[in-house]
Every structure is written in C-alpha cells, then in structure tokens.
C-alpha cells in the first residue's frame, strides 16, 4: 500500500547518480573510498602455499612473475638438495633462478589450475624424498 502525501508534507528528497558525478572528485582518494566500497587488502607476493620447516622445502606462487617457485632452505649452497632431488625437479620442467634462489616454474592463463595442482604434487613428493633422505619420520605438513 502507498502513502498519501498530506499537504502540510515535505516532498522527500531524491538522490541520483548525476548529482555525485557533478561534484568534484577529492584529491588522493581511490574510486572505492568516493563510493564507500570496501577495500581488500593486498596479499603478500609470492604467496606462500605450503611449508616444511624440518624438511626445509617451501612451494610459492607468485601472481606478478605468473609462476610457481619451489624454494630450499633460504637458498644457499648448504640449502641444496641432492642430484635426485634436482632430476625431478628438471624432469617437471623447472628451471633454476639465481637471482632469486628458487627453482620456477611459468604458469599460463589457459593451464594455471592445472599447473598449480602439478606444483603441488611435485612438492609433496620433493618433500617426501628429502625427509627419507634425512632419516625423518612422515610428519603432517604445515599448510603456510
């Protein structure tokens, strides 16, 4: 059902679109703080996807570079993993970035869920030889 106006009533006041776009934008604020969106917060790039501290074995990705990086230790020469390790690792198609320190791979718009789902079975079974390696127990993985 609808109101009837009396006489004595003010007419309610319409909002439009025009009326904001006639105003002038304030300096150093972005479209979704003018319209009162809320804004997401970035994450961290690359993202860290799976860790294994003991193991010292890290998977990555990274939006910016579009590839997934598998990370040993903190990079250096006593971080390296055996010559096993690396065929595997050379066998799934990864290559060696130095100025990184971290063995990459490039993921592509049309394959990128496939080749995250790769990364990650790739880890595992790295994670895996390199614990059997150093004598370590199967112990749950920590997920970041």
Request: aromatic letters at 6%; hydrophobic letters at 35%; charged letters at 35%.
């Given at each position: 059902m609808s109101r009837?106006?009396?006489?004595?009533?003010e007419p309610q006041a319409e909002t439009t679109a025009t009326a904001v776009a006639d105003e002038p934008a304030p300096e150093g604020k972005s479209f979704a703080e003018r319209v009162g969106q809320k804004?997401?917060?970035s994450i961290p790039d690359p993202f860290?996807?799976?860790?294994?501290?003991?193991?010292?074995v890290k998977l990555f990705e990274s939006k910016q570079d579009k590839q997934m990086a598998i990370k040993f230790g903190d990079g250096g020469l006593e971080a390296?993993?055996?010559?096993?390790?690396?065929?595997?690792?050379?066998?799934?198609?990864?290559r060696w970035k130095n100025r990184d320190?971290?063995?990459?791979?490039?993921?592509?718009?049309?394959s990128s869920l496939r080749?995250?789902?790769?990364?990650?079975?790739?880890?595992?079974?790295?994670r895996t030889m390199i614990r059997q390696e150093k004598g370590i127990e199967a112990a749950p993985e920590v997920p970041f």
């Amino acid at each position: 059902m609808s109101r009837k106006r009396t006489p004595d009533q003010e007419p309610q006041a319409e909002t439009t679109a025009t009326a904001v776009a006639d105003e002038p934008a304030p300096e150093g604020k972005s479209f979704a703080e003018r319209v009162g969106q809320k804004q997401r917060p970035s994450i961290p790039d690359p993202f860290p996807i799976a860790t294994d501290p003991v193991a010292g074995v890290k998977l990555f990705e990274s939006k910016q570079d579009k590839q997934m990086a598998i990370k040993f230790g903190d990079g250096g020469l006593e971080a390296k993993p055996s010559d096993a390790v690396l065929d595997v690792l050379r066998e799934a198609g990864y290559r060696w970035k130095n100025r990184d320190r971290i063995w990459a791979y490039p993921v592509q718009g049309d394959s990128s869920l496939r080749t995250r789902i790769e990364a990650e079975r790739l880890y595992q079974e790295i994670r895996t030889m390199i614990r059997q390696e150093k004598g370590i127990e199967a112990a749950p993985e920590v997920p970041f």
